[in-house]
């Protein structure tokens, strides 16, 4: 069994990764927000309680993809080119509107980091978006007719995470530092 893609797909896979990890979304602008108004701990459980999200994600998605590549290899080629058409689309939206990251002033809330853990936690558990990312993302870097696709989906999603974790955890410190 052999769960590490090769180097070529695996360097395709950090380039594309990264630039998806640096734009803006709903789970970077909770925890830029809870870090401008309420310091680098909110900011850390905010983006700790995405960053868990993004584990659950990686599972349903490797267990739910690869199970539609075991009833069908079409099925999960459809899949993979409805993928790339909807990153497209993803990324004109991208270029058309801009970023979505605001931060409005006001008086910041005294929530607790279990709390705000819990909001970083759902806010990315109930984003359609990112549950479309998953099961449109992961498929572009795996072959149907890979024996070891289920793992190498696990592989992707688990890496995305790791790749993530710092690129937030830099974000949240360059912001505290605006504080």
Do not use: C
Request: hydrophobic fraction near 60%.
């Amino acid at each position: 069994m052999t769960v590490l893609p090769e180097p070529a797909i695996l360097s395709a896979f950090i380039v594309a990764s990264l630039v998806l990890i640096v734009t803006p979304g709903p789970d970077m602008t909770l925890f830029l927000g809870q870090t401008i108004n309420g310091g680098r701990a909110r900011g850390f459980a905010a983006m700790l309680g995405a960053t868990t999200g993004l584990l659950v994600h990686s599972m349903l998605a490797a267990f739910g993809l690869s199970a539609l590549l075991v009833a069908s290899a079409t099925a999960f080629t459809t899949i993979k080119i409805a993928g790339a058409v909807y990153l497209l689309w993803l990324a004109f939206q991208a270029i058309r509107h801009g970023s979505p990251l605001s931060v409005a002033a006001g008086k910041p809330s005294r929530a607790s980091l279990r709390r705000v853990f819990a909001m970083g936690l759902g806010v990315n558990l109930l984003n359609p978006k990112i549950v479309m990312f998953f099961l449109t993302f992961l498929p572009q870097f795996v072959s149907a007719s890979d024996p070891d696709a289920a793992a190498k989906l696990f592989f992707f999603g688990l890496f995305f995470t790791v790749l993530g974790a710092p690129t937030g955890a830099i974000l949240v410190l360059l912001a505290d530092r605006f504080t």
